[in-house]
């Protein structure tokens, strides 16, 4: 499975990519996921939850992200979207409620603070998570009046837009950062080619499941996409009988 971030050209690329020896794809998805793996630092999150306003109230704010992150995956699931879109919108709300950018004006900052102390700012910091993400992973497109009309009036298009000023140059516009999803997509590329399609299809949709999971505890914030990642897949190899996957081909994958 490849992961399609040009569905239209998909098709060129396969029959390129088919007339690569093994060890030449291999090779190139090694480099790739070098590079995430680079790339990945620069997108850390540490766990906020822990410290200052938000280590005084602990598990009412553990508790709150915990129903953030259902809504956001709930609007993302009905309105047909990419969950991964939900996984985004998470990691952008949860990297500025930690941010202390220096770059950030006084401003800016003061509004990542009241964030965590005010349920009305910490709600509106959720929505613009979701509408950036919209915005960067959807073809449709949701404009902030839309958005707005899901919260009910408490908050406005004016106040969801000047938020997302706020949070992109908190984030100092870092918003393409390698997920654990994609880091999933290239790592079951290196999967033996005598594995069946449908184990193959199993263990993609175990390990999927658990980084979304993941993505709703407070516990996995500061943890390395590409670490809940190898985890995940870790998990699902359990579930998988040896006749399947024999020990000496999963031992050669995991190398």
């Known amino acids: 499975m490849h992961l399609a ?7 060129g690329r396969k029959d390129k990519r088919s007339q690569q020896s093994l060890p030449s794809k ?8 070098s590079a995430m793996l680079h790339k990945e630092q620069y997108y850390a999150c540490h766990d906020y939850l822990k410290h200052g306003i938000m280590k005084r109230a602990g598990p009412v704010y553990a508790s709150r992200r915990a129903k953030v992150c259902r809504w956001i995956f709930q609007t993302v699931e009905n309105a047909c979207m990419q969950r991964e879109t939900a996984i985004n919108a998470m990691s952008y709300f ?15 900052q003061m509004r990542v603070e009241k964030a965590r102390a005010d349920q009305r700012e910490y709600q509106l910091a959720a929505m613009t998570s979701l509408y950036i993400a919209i915005k960067i992973n959807e073809p449709i497109e949701m404009d902030a009046l839309t958005l707005s009309k899901l919260s009910r009036g408490l908050q406005s298009a004016k106040d969801i837009i000047s938020c997302e000023q706020d949070m992109l140059s908190c984030l100092r516009w870092k918003m393409n950062g390698p997920t654990s999803h994609q880091f999933i997509s290239y790592i079951m590329e290196l999967l033996p080619h005598s594995i069946s399609l449908s184990i193959s299809l199993e ?17 996995f914030v500061p943890i390395r996409r590409s670490t809940v990642a190898i985890a995940a897949i870790l998990n699902s190899l359990n579930g ?9 081909k999963r031992t050669d994958f995991l190398q």
């Not at 291999?26 to 996921?33: A, D, F, G, K, R």
């Not at 998988?240 to 024999?246: G, H, K, N, T």
């Open 94 to 108: 949860d990297r500025f409620l930690w941010s202390k950018s220096p770059r950030a004006t006084k401003v800016q």
């Open 5 to 11: 971030t040009e569905p239209n050209s998909s098709y």
């Open 240 to 248: 998988i009988e040896s006749s399947d996957f024999p020990y000496d």
């Open 203 to 219: 263990l993609y949709a175990n390990s999927y499941r658990q980084v979304e999971l993941s993505v709703q505890d407070s516990v």
């Open 26 to 33: 291999h090779q190139e998805l090694h480099q790739t996921i």
